[in-house]
């Protein structure tokens, strides 16, 4: 049975299904297939975006410069990361080293709650901007280029990130 076809199968049946009917009796896949269906029965759909319920086509252009100071600044936070990854004395970098992977993982999420239009992307935008402000305090510290571009990014973001969120600087 391909991947494809347990997963159309799985939608289709209840618990009890999958214990007498399993195609599969021999393997982990009924236990994996109650684990799914058990799941899927107990979780509650999300409150639905006013946006998208107000008869508003989804519109995330409104969020198009803060998607894109997002991407930037995980990009810089990426590659500051790697950088001071190979800096001579890697201990002192090791909070910068931290915050670039916090910051860089909250940016690319951020993005992705905005593409989605997602309706928490606000908070996690405000949640972005506070960890923006962080990692570019922290880099600000140390006078490499790549930290200091770093910052930039960030600051840039942070920006970006509470003008959509609505929060004031």
């Known amino acids: 049975m391909s991947v494809f076809t347990r997963q159309r199968w799985l939608r289709t049946c209840s618990s009890s299904d999958v214990r007498q009917y399993c195609p599969l ?10 684990t799914c269906v058990a799941a899927n029965a107990t979780s509650r759909p999300s409150a639905p975006n006013p946006r ?3 008869g508003e086509p989804m519109n995330t252009h409104d969020y ?3 998607i894109e100071a997002c991407a930037q600044c995980a990009q810089a936070c990426e590659h500051c990361h790697n950088a001071c990854l190979e800096e001579d004395d890697v201990a ?11 910051c860089a ?18 908070e996690i935008c405000l949640l972005c901007a506070q960890l923006c402000d962080a990692c570019a305090a922290e880099c600000r510290k140390h006078d490499t280029d790549h930290c200091q ?15 959509m969120s609505g929060a004031h600087a």
């Open 92 to 102: 002192m970098m090791a909070e910068c080293i931290r915050l670039d992977k916090d």
């Open 25 to 34: 009796p021999a393997c982990n896949f009924h236990i994996i297939a109650q």
């Open 105 to 122: 993982q909250m940016c690319w999420t951020a993005a992705g709650f905005m593409s989605r239009d997602s309706r928490f992307a606000e």
């Open 52 to 54: 998208l319920t107000s």
């Open 149 to 163: 571009q770093c910052a930039d990014a960030c600051a840039r973001c942070a920006t970006e990130c509470r003008q």
């Open 64 to 66: 198009q410069s803060c």
